[in-house]
């Protein structure tokens, strides 16, 4: 085990991943490309991606998700879709109870048609839902839920989004160009590597797509050539864009073939001066032929270098790399309700298992007496112990490895936890993580999922080894999609 402040700096190659319609396998260090589901791993999937129900991957693949109905406001009775992330507390006196639960006929601000919303929903394929409305969508997912976990009977709906439109606070977009030489970005074509030129979308932020749109822009008058995969010609491949909900921070990646950067500061310049509002740029070197979006050599142009954004009000540090939930505003209802079910009195050890930037233990450290996170993104871990320190939490620590060995090593050698949170990427956790959870003797897990699939396997193993779910929910993290996030609350039943 190593803490990851005193790391010697081995960076995790991993998987990562990257999509417009729901961040898909919330994956390592890099993202792939969107490309077909059933062809060439579009965000990371391969055609045979989906885990088979019951078994336990050797790797790490991906799936699918779920969820049912109702509406959710904040405690003081404040609608949760407007823009309030970061300016509320996280911790669980806030959030017990607080959730009022309507049923779906009464979301009336729900009831949004979905008359052709977007012009290349035909090739684009991120929004699975974009023919139903958002009712129709929460239904859906609602049979989803039924289906994976509804065996469980405790399930008690979803909490669905206020205004679910431009939630997506990453933005990537593939470069190319047209047949006359022209800039061109967008996304793939469903199985191919064909770039479906996309101005705009319907679920990423708009100020992102302005500056891809300006990046593209851009690139003649700086004689910067797109990146042909064929050929192996060309520079630009990728821009990714992330932008602090309640920052405002912005950050640009350009992912380049090749380190060479033509007149970069001239770029850069004309680049801020289209949008000041951009705080940092940064050159990601990707000369690998390879469907991942990010390469391992980074380079800041400008700025720090990474954003901070507010979450459950604290402050947080993110990097290229590491993995952020996509949709803010509903992250910070599903950390509300994990930290809720968690039911922290402040005597508890918390283990943070795949913590990613330590959100969901930074978020609960304040009602533990202490959080162990962890996490197999070595830049992830990085950025968590920086979020530790900028927040004044001194009870959080942080280890890069892979959850499982971490939390075997601790019950081998003795260490106790009281309370799990895991949020596992697509493929769910192992049975390696799961015995060891009841090794170190916990007596409450929260599980949060983006795949009920996996996440009813594994329940499935946590009730062999003595835990009954309790509570659950679902959160729509990825309204236009089929994607739904999870949290459930396993208790200890039998030692
Ligand atoms: N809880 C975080 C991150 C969830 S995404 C949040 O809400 O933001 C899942 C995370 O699991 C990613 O950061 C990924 O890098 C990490 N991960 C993937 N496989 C892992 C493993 N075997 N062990 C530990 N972490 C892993």
């Known amino acids: 085990m190593k803490q990851a402040g005193r790391n010697d700096g081995r960076t995790q190659k991993g998987r990562m ?14 993202e792939k490309t969107r490309r077909s589901p059933k062809g060439k791993t579009p965000e990371g999937r391969t055609s045979t991606g989906r885990t088979p129900i019951g078994s336990f991957p050797t790797g790490r693949t991906q799936g699918l998700s779920y969820g049912s109905a109702g509406k959710e406001r904040f405690p003081d009775g404040k609608k949760t879709g407007s823009g309030a992330a970061g300016s509320k507390s996280c911790g669980a006196h806030e959030s017990r109870g607080a959730y009022g639960s309507r049923g779906l ?88 590597h064909e770039v479906v030129p996309v101005e705009s979308c319907l679920i990423e932020d708009e100020k992102a797509d302005a500056i891809i749109g300006s990046i593209r822009s851009l690139l003649p008058s700086f004689k910067i050539k797109t990146y042909d995969e064929d050929t192996g010609y060309g520079l630009l491949r990728h821009v990714m864009v992330r932008r602090g909900f309640v920052s405002g921070e912005i950050m640009v990646v350009l992912v ?62 993110i990097s290229s790399k590491s993995f952020y939930q996509v949709n803010p505003v509903q992250t910070q209802k599903l950390y509300q309700k994990a ?40 830049d992830a871990v990085k950025d968590a112990v920086v979020n530790a320190r900028r927040n004044g939490i001194r009870n959080a620590r942080f280890y890069q490895g892979d959850a499982g060995e971490f939390l075997r090593r601790m019950a081998d050698a003795k260490e106790r936890a009281d309370v799990i949170f895991l949020d596992p990427p697509r493929t769910g956790s192992t049975k390696e993580f799961i015995e060891a959870a009841a090794s170190v003797g916990a007596k409450k897990i929260v599980y949060i999922s983006c795949n009920p699939q996996t996440q009813a396997r594994d329940l499935k193993v946590f009730e062999r ?20 996030e999870t949290v459930v609350l396993m208790s200890r039943v039998k030692d």
């Open 17 to 30: 991943e990257m999509r417009r319609g729901g961040e898909i396998s919330r994956g390592n260090t890099d």
């Open 105 to 192: 006929h009464g979301a009336r601000t729900a009831r949004l048609m979905a008359s052709s919303p977007c012009p290349v929903s035909g090739k684009c394929g991120g929004c699975q839902y974009l023919h139903l409305s958002y009712e129709q969508q929460l239904e859906k997912k609602k049979r989803m839920l039924r289906e994976a976990l509804g065996e469980y009977r405790v399930l008690s709906g979803i909490i669905w989004m206020e205004h679910p439109y431009h939630y997506r606070n990453k933005v990537h977009a593939a470069f190319d160009h047209d047949r006359k030489g022209n800039p061109i970005s967008g996304v793939y074509q469903e199985g191919t």
């Open 256 to 317: 380049t073939a090749s380190p060479i950067l033509p007149s970069k500061n001239h770029f850069v310049k004309a680049l801020l001066k289209l949008h000041p509002e951009i705080t940092t740029i940064i050159q990601n070197v990707n000369d690998r032929a390879t469907s991942m979006v990010l390469g391992e050599r980074e380079t800041v142009l400008y700025g720090k270098g990474y954003i901070e954004d507010t979450l459950c009000g604290l402050t947080f540090r």
């Open 339 to 378: 930290i809720e079910y968690a039911g922290l009195t402040g005597e508890e050890v918390v283990v943070d298992a795949y913590c990613g930037i330590g959100t969901i233990g930074l978020a609960a450290a304040g009602n533990a007496a202490q959080v162990i996170g962890v996490e197999l993104n070595a």
């Open 465 to 484: 080894m003595g835990y009954g779910v309790k509570k659950g929910m679902g959160v729509d993290m990825f309204p236009w999609t089929e994607h739904v």
